[in-house]
């Protein structure tokens, strides 16, 4: 395939270029990490049986939020994970949400 020169693509208009400003994405935060919740309690095991505690790492589907929405690092995030998987398995905790 032959490749269009730039005066061919500059005299079509490009979205690029429409007064030579770019749209920028809307920040949602302010740039900062959150440090990890667990980190600055000091915990260093995540309870299964704490079922209350690990409710507010899942979604409203049943689904075990990301790192980057919890604020875990990534050792607590994986406790975290295994910890509502067991819970799950002694039903402490749904699969699914109960709509």
Known sequence: ???????????????????GQRRQKPQLSSGRRRSCQ????KIDHIDYKDFQALRRFLSDKG???????????????SQL???V???????????VSEH
């Not at 667990?38 to 309690?41: G, T």
């Not at 689904?63 to 995030?77: E, N, P």
């Not at 067991?86 to 699969?95: F, G, I, Q, S, T």
């Open 1 to 19: 395939m032959a490749k269009k020169s730039r005066s061919s693509q500059s005299s079509q208009g490009s979205r690029g270029s429409q007064g």
């Open 81 to 83: 994970a295994r910890a």
């Open 85 to 95: 998987k067991r819970a799950r398995e002694l039903a402490l905790l749904p699969y």
């Open 38 to 41: 667990f980190c600055r309690d």
């Open 63 to 77: 689904k075990v939020r990301s790192r980057r929405i919890t604020g875990a690092c990534r050792r607590h995030q």
